[in-house]
């Protein structure tokens, strides 16, 4: 199993759909969880951490599942400047040989909203 | 403003020469990385740096090699042991290795192999 898995996409949606995509991560002992969003040929940026409880921004919501292994995004009402790459990210954990708060990225999920 | 700058922009190497790449933050923060993004590739880490004068090597370090004299500056040098140097390369840095270990980034630094 990969460290941190992602359904490469594209996802192509017309504006004001909602999308969701998931992610699956390998070690058990992750504590940290992000989405980051990167644009084409740009830096990645953190666009929300992910809590056990689940957390909401606007109109993004993540949610964490221990239990299985699977972190998800979920997109309300989307914009034409959600189009972007969507990096899930998870932390090494203690069972790494090197520092468990390294952050392990997943390749990402390609998101096109169209008008 | 704070942030985390990186430069240059753009590089052009011929083979076999060493460059060094810049990376630095106002953020106050310990951590600082580097990785290289390869297309339709995730991030792999290249060295990482905790606290000043300390560094180790992340899972790709072979042909590379840094220094972290100053908290403020984690500079990469490519030198030409690196078989595949091609590539966009990012810094970025943290607050360590607490559960609240959200990395930021530069805007990275696109190298080409000539």
């Known amino acids: 199993r990969k460290e941190v898995e992602q359904d490469p996409g594209p996802f192509n949606v017309p504006e004001g759909a909602t999308v969701a995509f998931n992610c699956t991560y390998s070690?058990?002992?992750?504590?940290?969880f992000f989405w980051y969003r990167q644009d084409c040929r740009k830096e990645p940026k953190l666009l929300m951490s992910?809590?056990?409880s689940g957390n909401e921004d606007g109109r993004f919501t993540a949610q964490l599942n221990r239990a299985s292994q699977y972190i998800s995004l979920l997109i309300r009402d989307s914009k034409l400047s959600d189009s972007a790459t969507y990096l899930c990210?998870?932390?090494?954990?203690?069972?790494?040989?090197?520092?468990?708060?390294?952050?392990?990225f997943g390749k990402g999920t390609k998101l096109s909203v169209k008008p | 403003d704070g942030g985390i700058t990186q430069s240059p922009k753009y590089l052009f190497r011929k083979e076999g020469q060493n460059v060094t790449l810049s990376c630095e933050q106002n953020?106050?923060?310990?951590?600082m990385y580097w990785y290289r993004q390869d297309p339709g590739q995730g991030l792999r880490l290249i060295y990482y740096?905790?606290?000043?004068?300390?560094?180790q090597k992340g899972d790709i370090a072979e042909g590379y090699s840094v220094s972290r004299e100053k908290k403020e500056s984690f500079p990469l040098t490519v030198t030409s042991a690196q078989k595949n140097p091609t590539a966009f390369y990012l810094c970025?840095?943290?607050?360590?290795?607490?559960?609240?270990?959200?990395?930021?980034f530069g805007p990275g630094t696109r190298l080409t192999v000539l």
């Open positions: 953020l106050n923060h310990d951590a």
């Open positions: 970025a840095s943290g607050g360590g290795q607490g559960l609240q270990n959200e990395q930021f």
């Open positions: 990210v998870v932390n090494r954990g203690v069972n790494y040989g090197g520092s468990q708060g390294n952050l392990i």
């Open positions: 992910v809590y056990s």
């Open positions: 740096s905790q606290i000043v004068n300390d560094f």
């Open positions: 070690n058990s002992a992750s504590q940290s």
